[in-house]
């Protein structure tokens, strides 16, 4: 396979980032058990910092406001990108009784007050200009797997519809609420259906946005899929613009895979879920045939501290890992923090997830550039 390995400079109003870049996922304005420093030492260049849906749920769109942006609610003076609320949307309106979407958009409850909230393209981009992110996403309809051809151009059609009212939000007032300019990415569905897929980036591509983006509840969630799908749409993409598989990163080696097909960007909230259930990315990062590989000899690349196997093992989680964690405690004291379910140990074991994505990036750029 021809490698479409690419590394860009992205400028954004909280400065500059360097692609292939993984972006931890903040939800809820936080990313768990990690804070800003946290992060920074980890060598994260940009989060996902606020999903759209659970920021109007709470604190709501008044508080952020009146903080001044999310940057500053969160502390975080790096690039950031948020998201639409559309995948949270396709989540809850599996159930009927509390979410509906219809051609408008979203009509859901508060999960706390029951209040009826709507989401729409003008509220959803109307959010994501309070929340004050340097990259918005068009407000989507994700495309779910178990419904078919007509499920699929059903959402794909409502999708491309509600990214040209969007947009037309977008460029009425492309700043954020705080003054500063917001670049608006779209999103590529059609579920597995080739033509659909192709049919939705060229219009993806016709719309000429800032960002390109991959979307759909596949994406991520079957990695040989997912590579496909890359391929069959990446004839059509700019070179010159960044593109964005959403949700992938539950492996070091996913990242891999999809860079080495002309992916830029990519947010997973795999990497701090797994470290919180005691699963530790464990292997090395090598060069193999031009390019690299995450080799190791645990099941899907991750060490399973619970095992009492670890209870007086005194070596880091990864011997070269130049995280906090593996410099300063062994699998024998993270065994321990376990078993005691310790707060302390969801943060040292987060950092050290988080550390490893990032350093896989940092080697592919490092060999892109090379």
Request: charged letters at 20%; glycine letters at 8%; aromatic letters at 8%.
């Amino acid at each position: 396979m021809k490698n479409h390995a690419r590394s860009l400079t992205i400028k954004t109003a909280h400065g500059d980032f360097q692609t292939p870049v993984f972006m931890p996922v903040g939800t809820r304005a936080f990313v768990n058990y990690m804070t800003t420093p946290d992060l920074i030492q980890a060598g994260t260049q940009i989060i996902l910092g606020g999903n759209t849906y659970h920021m109007l749920c709470s604190p709501g769109m008044d508080i952020i406001q009146a903080a001044g942006g999310m940057h500053k609610f969160m502390d975080w003076d790096k690039p950031m990108l948020t998201d639409s609320g559309g995948f949270q949307v396709f989540s809850l309106s599996q159930n009927k009784n509390i979410c509906k979407i219809d051609e408008q958009g979203a009509h859901f409850k508060h999960p706390i007050t029951g209040q009826l909230l709507h989401l729409t393209p003008q509220t959803s981009i109307d959010a994501q200009k309070i929340i004050g992110a340097d990259i918005i996403m068009a407000f989507d309809e994700c495309t779910p797997e178990n419904g078919g051809r007509d499920a699929a151009l059903a959402a794909l059609e409502r999708t491309h519809r509600w990214l040209r009212e969007s947009k037309e939000i977008h460029t009425q007032n492309p700043l954020s609420a705080y003054g500063y300019p917001q670049q608006l990415f779209g999103i590529i569905q059609g579920g597995s259906f080739r033509d659909l897929r192709e049919q939705s980036a060229q219009h993806i591509v016709d719309m000429d946005l800032d960002g390109i983006a991959l979307g759909g509840e596949i994406i991520g969630a079957d990695m040989q899929k997912t590579c496909e799908i890359i391929d069959w749409v990446r004839p059509l993409l700019p070179e010159h613009k960044p593109r964005y598989t959403m949700g992938v990163g539950l492996a070091p080696q996913d990242l891999i895979d999809v860079v080495a097909r002309g992916i830029d960007m990519f947010d997973c909230v795999a990497p701090t879920r797994n470290a919180r259930h005691g699963s530790l990315y464990c292997g090395k990062i090598v060069e193999k045939d031009n390019w690299l590989a995450f080799e190791s000899e645990e099941d899907n690349g991750r060490l399973l501290i619970k095992k009492s196997k670890y209870a007086k093992d005194d070596s880091p989680i990864m011997e070269d890992c130049t995280c906090y964690t593996c410099q300063h405690h062994t699998k024998a004291y993270l065994h321990f923090l376990f078993k005691e379910k310790s707060v302390a140990y969801s943060h040292l074991a987060c950092i050290h997830n988080i550390h490893v994505m990032h350093d896989v990036c940092a080697k592919m750029r490092e060999i892109i550039l090379k």
